[in-house]
């Protein structure tokens, strides 16, 4: 769906734009502003596809409209706006000098400039073509070209509930996004910071498991072309190692269930292979230096809403292996730890994500796996703590993103 904001004060304009856009199909959500304060404010309350701007316009709805209004719009999305800025910006008007004066100062702004004469009906026509123009630039699967990365973020959960329910619970704003022959479910959000944002995709896998994780990450990869691929969600700790809601960040990461298994003197051995993913050293760094902010932890346990245990989560940073199976045996936690002294947890989908975006083609996303534990794989397995790890897990990601990934709007505004 193609998110529009026409800003323009004459009433009989903004009917022949709407008619134009209404024809277009119930696909277009068209919004109008009528002056410059009234758009700022559109603006920053959602995140718009197209802008439609005449600069002809008043700076507020009670004065008159000044021949270069609508700049101070455009000077404010260069300098403290840019995180609202929207994906493409195309001029409309009616006085050529409004905009000759906008394209002098802002050329690398505007993408188009349409003259909009209510008596002919040849700017009708190059409206339709430029919206259709751009909804093939804004609808995903993105095409891939080696080097370029179309969105921030791609979170890929297993589950939709607890673990996609708990990050579209986050103050992204997150609305459906549909992706062209693919049928999964997708949202976009944002988390926006002073002049700062980073865009997030979020999906569930189809199926928990390795192969429901992997599918999942590889078509959101080629669908959307990240610059991280971050997976929440909930996973069953190492006693002793670990506590209900501590918060793992996989480094390193592998199959528990890889190997080979063979006969020696009439009895079946199993020769485990753990050929292991590591964490980014940057990210890593970043994990550990979250990992010390225990302020941080302590408000999101003060601030959670369902049942919890009696201290805040920790963040460690460790082995974490993964496995097609569920394991609810003491036994089979025991072997698993065998196969390195410092796992972490146990679950069922780190691995694949991370063989994922090491394999994916290029540009190739960063990976992060960081799990909450909501039990210990033991035959006390229960689903108590379910909602809240997953509560915590997604916190938790939203504030490392804040801290650590909020670059583009700075990248942005450096390019100018």
């Not at 190059?126 to 993105?142: N, V």
């Not at 973020?153 to 103050?171: F, H, R």
């Not at 670990?242 to 960040?249: A, N």
């Amino acid at each position: 769906m193609t998110s529009i904001l026409l800003v323009e004060d004459n009433q009989t304009k903004i009917a022949a734009i709407a008619l134009v856009v209404e024809e277009l199909g119930s696909q277009h959500v068209l919004k109008i502003a009528m002056n410059v304060v009234d758009a700022k404010r559109e603006l920053q309350n959602r995140r718009y596809d197209l802008l439609l701007l005449d600069i002809n316009l008043p700076r507020k709805a009670s004065t008159e409209p000044e021949i270069d209004g609508g700049l101070e719009l455009l000077r404010w999305m260069k300098a403290r706006g840019q995180a609202h800025r929207p994906s493409y910006i195309v001029g409309i008007t009616s006085f050529e000098e409004s905009f000759q004066r906008a394209k002098a100062e802002f050329n690398n702004f505007i993408w188009q400039v349409i003259p909009v004469n209510l008596a002919e009906i040849g700017w009708r026509a190059q409206l339709r073509e430029t919206i259709g123009t751009i909804e093939e630039q804004i609808r995903p699967p993105f095409s891939g070209d080696g080097k370029s990365h179309r969105t921030d973020v791609l979170v890929v959960t297993a589950l939709e509930q607890p673990e996609l329910s708990a990050v579209l619970q986050l103050p992204a704003s997150f609305e459906p996004i549909a992706v062209l022959h693919d049928a999964s479910s997708y949202y976009k959000g944002r988390f926006v910071q002073d002049r700062r944002h980073v865009d997030v995709i979020a999906t569930a896998a189809s199926d928990k498991g390795l192969a429901g994780a992997a599918i999942a990450a590889t078509k959101g990869i080629l669908a959307f072309w990240p610059r991280y691929l971050f997976m929440t969600g909930i996973t069953a700790g190492i006693k002793g190692r670990s506590e209900i809601g501590d918060v793992v960040f996989a480094d390193l990461s592998w199959d528990w269930g890889s190997g080979k298994i063979k006969k020696i003197k009439g009895k079946t051995h199993f020769s485990p292979a753990p050929y292991q993913r590591r964490l980014d050293e940057t990210l890593g760094r970043a994990a550990k230096e979250l990992k010390a902010d225990e302020p941080f932890l302590r408000r999101l346990w003060e601030e959670a809403e369902m049942p919890k245990p009696k201290n805040p989560p920790r963040i460690l940073v460790g082995g974490m292996a993964s496995g097609a199976s569920v394991l609810q045996s003491t036994d089979a936690v025991t072997k698993v730890i065998q196969q390195h002294k410092d796992v972490l947890a146990i679950e069922m989908e780190a691995f694949s994500i991370m063989f994922a975006a090491q394999t994916a083609p290029l540009p190739r996303p960063l990976a992060i796996v960081a799990k909450s534990v909501c039990d210990f794989g033991d035959g006390k397995k229960n689903d108590k703590y379910q909602r809240y790890a997953a509560y915590v897990s997604a916190r938790v990601f939203e504030e490392f993103s804040r801290r650590y990934l909020l670059q583009k709007g700075l990248e942005d505004e450096a390019r100018g």
